[in-house]
């Protein structure tokens, strides 16, 4: 069973820039597709961002692309989400997730595809 951690939440003004990363232990990163999602209180948790378990395939909602970057070191049992250009909409909880296999792109954005869980980190932008 994986156990995730993140860090690197805190607050940012807009148009600034954080870095959340998520360790894994418990198992070999590298067998899971990962991912993040966000949840603001009252609101349905989202898809952020994925990666596939080779790193050569990944996934964006629309309204972070070009502005978020998701990656992996497998050797580090990391992965990471890069914020640039954060905005007041992007605050939220971020929880990283792991599932095993390797999915097709279609399904990299479905909470069932993951199968754990990180307790999440809080990102707040504002001025």
């Known amino acids: 069973q994986v156990q995730l951690v993140e860090s690197g939440g805190g607050w940012v003004q807009p148009g600034g820039s954080l870095r959340l990363s998520c360790a894994a232990s418990?198992?070999?990163?590298?067998?899971?597709?990962v991912g993040w999602f966000r949840q603001v209180p009252g609101k349905e948790r989202e898809f952020v961002a994925a990666?596939?378990?080779?790193?050569?395939?990944?996934s964006y909602r629309d309204s972070v692309k070009g502005r978020f970057t998701v990656s992996r070191d497998n050797d580090k049992k990391t992965m990471y989400l890069q914020m640039n250009r954060l905005e007041p909409e992007d605050t939220a909880v971020y929880y990283c997730?792991?599932?095993?296999?390797?999915?097709?792109?279609?399904?990299?954005?479905?909470?069932?595809?993951?199968?754990?869980w990180g307790q999440g980190t809080q990102v707040t932008v504002s001025s």
């Open positions: 997730v792991a599932g095993l296999g390797n999915p097709i792109t279609s399904s990299l954005g479905l909470a069932s595809t993951y199968d754990y």
């Open positions: 990666i596939k378990r080779s790193g050569s395939g990944t």
């Open positions: 418990g198992g070999t990163l590298s067998t899971y597709t």
